[in-house]
């Protein structure tokens, strides 16, 4: 059981740079999940902007009055505010969950 904490280990160690073939596999996980994570972050800063959005043409719909374009605009804002938010959300609680994983795996076979 030694040898499997060790290659997991050698893995997690590789991925910092120390290159051979035994990093390739876990710097393409890494790097694909940095790409994932900046994606996620931009739907997200989108989605909550959109929100936000509808909420200032909501405020304006009141104070002066709503019009068929300002209608169209905060329902616009909200539903595609809605389906970007709902995936995004939904992939960042994976990544974390991922890297806290790998986090407790690296934890315990340091441990070993």
Same mark, same amino acid.
């Given at each position: 059981?030694? @040898? $499997?904490?060790?290659?997991?280990?050698?893995?997690?160690?590789? =991925? %910092?740079?120390?290159?051979?073939? $035994? =990093?390739?596999?876990?710097? @393409?996980?890494? $790097? #694909?999940? *940095? #790409?994932?994570?900046? +994606?996620?972050? &931009?739907?997200? #800063? %989108?989605?909550? =902007?959109?929100?936000? =959005?509808?909420?200032?043409?909501?405020?304006?719909?009141? #104070?002066?009055?709503? %019009?068929?374009?300002?209608? !169209?605009?905060?329902?616009?804002?909200?539903?595609?505010?809605?389906?970007? &938010?709902?995936?995004?959300?939904?992939?960042?609680?994976? +990544?974390? *969950?991922?890297?806290?994983?790998?986090?407790?795996?690296?934890?315990?076979?340091? !441990?070993?």
């Amino acid at each position: 059981m030694g @040898d $499997a904490g060790e290659s997991h280990q050698q893995t997690a160690d590789s =991925g %910092t740079g120390a290159g051979g073939e $035994a =990093g390739e596999p876990f710097d @393409d996980v890494v $790097a #694909r999940r *940095a #790409r994932l994570k900046r +994606i996620t972050s &931009l739907g997200q #800063r %989108t989605g909550y =902007g959109l929100y936000v =959005g509808s909420l200032i043409c909501g405020a304006i719909g009141i #104070r002066w009055g709503y %019009t068929p374009l300002l209608t !169209t605009l905060i329902a616009v804002a909200l539903v595609v505010g809605s389906m970007l &938010l709902a995936p995004t959300i939904v992939m960042s609680h994976g +990544i974390k *969950a991922a890297e806290r994983e790998e986090r407790q795996a690296a934890a315990a076979g340091s !441990t070993e």
